[in-house]
T-cell receptor
Framework: GENVEQHPSTLSVQEGDSAVIKCTYS??????FPWYKQELGKRPQLIID?????GEKKDQRIAVTLNKTAKHFSLHITETQPEDSAVYFC?????????????FGKGTKLSVIP | EPEVTQTPSHQVTQMGQEVILRCVPI?????FYWYRQILGQKVEFLVS????????KSEIFDDQFSVERPDGSNFTLKIRSTKLEDSAMYFC????????FGPGTRLTVL
């Protein structure tokens, strides 16, 4: 099955700096890669996603890049703000053989220091 | 904006008891899921449901777990005989173009 590795597990940045979180996946059939933000005690909230026919996608301060050949994808947050502090999860989903389950990484705890 | 809803928000039960967790997916979605998150850990896939039957399940989803869609709107997860290690947050999700998660049910097994 799919295996998703996520790094780093914790990340501290100064307010205004950029944050980068990286993930790798194992199943070349995976073709959908969402990123979720989870605040303490809350649900995972979709913040951005990318499909395998696209190399990069941007939404205001958030961007995601995908390298299919290397099987890795990254989340970039620019001009970080204290409210960006949360746990971020990457995930991968394939459609091979009708598989539509999301496999999550272990999460990155981002702390933005004011 | 439509949302996935779940009830109850918190369930406390004794070991060995049965629990039923309830979810109302977004109405035009076709895929439904249950995920589990043990405190401080990652979100783990349990089961997916499509066209009124289980589509996939993980090794966590053993014989003590079952899912059903009893009335065309609710989607339930039943744990027949709860164990201490079942204590976790259980998230329901439904997928149209993308998966959306419900707010979760915190299950505490004593």
């Amino acid at each position: 099955g799919e295996n998703v590795e996520q790094h780093p597990s914790t990340l501290s940045v100064q307010e205004g700096d950029s944050a980068v979180i990286k993930c790798t996946y194992s199943d070349s059939a995976s073709n959908y890669f969402p990123w979720y933000k989870q605040e303490l005690g809350k649900r995972p909230q979709l913040i951005i996603d990318i499909r395998s026919n696209v190399g990069e996608k941007k939404d205001q301060r958030i961007a995601v890049t995908l390298n299919k050949t290397a099987k890795h994808f990254s989340l970039h947050i620019t001009e970080t703000q204290p409210e960006d502090s949360a746990v971020y999860f990457c995930a991968a989903m394939g459609s091979g053989a009708g598989s539509y389950q999301l496999t999550f990484g272990k999460g990155t705890k981002l702390s933005v220091i004011p | 904006e439509p949302e996935v809803t779940q009830t109850p928000s918190h369930q406390v039960t004794q070991m060995g008891q049965e629990v039923i967790l309830r979810c109302v997916p977004i109405s035009n979605h076709l895929y439904f899921y249950w995920y589990r998150q043990i405190l401080g850990q990652k979100v783990e896939f349990l089961v997916s449901f499509y066209n009124n039957e289980i589509s996939e399940k993980s090794e966590i989803f053993d014989d003590q777990f079952s899912v059903e869609r009893p009335d065309g709107s609710n989607f339930t997860l039943k744990i027949r005989s709860t164990k201490l290690e079942d204590s976790a947050m259980y998230f329901c999700a439904s997928m149209g173009r993308v998966p959306f998660f419900g707010p979760g049910t915190r299950l505490t097994v004593l």
